[in-house]
């Protein structure tokens, strides 16, 4: 299964398939998104999910805060989309 996802302020969209990590389905769009670790250490990848949509970490030990994921912070080196997202990172341009 596929879901949109949609990245701000930039207005960037691309699909992400249920196996693909956000990042891995952002770097197949040809978007450069940031990230150094791939491991969801270093938050270089780190969005804000603005529209409350589902994430995925699969069966990874945990790597956010019950803080951090009440903010909406999303890892995107390891998460996986369940449905549609608006994720804000100011750091990624069209």
Avoid at 53 to 67: A, E, H, Q
Avoid at 71 to 82: N, Q, R
């Amino acid at each position: 299964m596929k879901h949109k996802v949609k990245i701000e302020p930039a207005g960037l969209e691309f699909e992400a398939e249920e196996f693909d990590s956000i990042l891995e389905a952002a770097e197949k769009a040809g978007i450069d998104f940031p990230y150094r670790c791939r491991q969801g250490v270093c938050t270089a990848c780190v969005c804000i999910n603005k529209n409350g949509g589902k994430v995925s970490y699969g069966d990874m030990p945990p790597v956010i805060t019950p803080d951090e994921e009440e903010k909406g912070y999303t890892f995107c080196c390891i998460g996986h989309a369940l449905s549609d997202l608006v994720l804000y990172h100011p750091n990624i341009e069209k």
